[in-house]
């Protein structure tokens, strides 16, 4: 079983705004790096944003500057914060490990579009 659970997804125009929700275990969230990754209709699963265990960031340069990813440990959840959406940021989003080192949640669903 995935430990993981993303939500937050939704239907939204572009320019608008979305925040995704990963839940996870405390010892995976506190202690390892981790990650948002998308895949869009016909294409590979791609990265889209990390973070490591001390709260270094990287994105993928076409949401830099438009996307933030944050822990809060107290509630063991790793966000993505999503601002001026794009269409081209249609996708299932998914949280992981960078590695990938764990089995794959459900995904949640973003959808960008007039």
């Known amino acids: 079983q995935a430990p993981f659970v993303e939500s937050g997804g939704g239907l939204v125009q572009p320019g608008e705004s979305l925040r995704l929700s990963c839940a996870s275990s405390?010892?995976?969230?506190?202690?390892?790096?981790m990650a948002w990754f998308r895949r869009a209709p016909g294409k590979q699963r791609e990265l889209v944003a990390r973070i490591s265990h001390i709260g270094d960031t990287f994105y993928k340069d076409s949401v830099k500057d438009r996307f933030t990813i944050s822990k809060v440990y107290a509630n063991n959840t790793l966000f993505l914060q999503m601002n001026s959406l794009r269409p081209e940021d249609t996708a299932t989003y998914y949280c992981?490990?960078?590695?990938?080192?764990?089995?794959w949640g459900q995904g949640t669903q973003v959808t960008v579009s007039s």
């Open positions: 405390p010892t995976i969230l506190a202690n390892l790096p």
């Open positions: 992981n490990t960078p590695t990938e080192g764990y089995d």
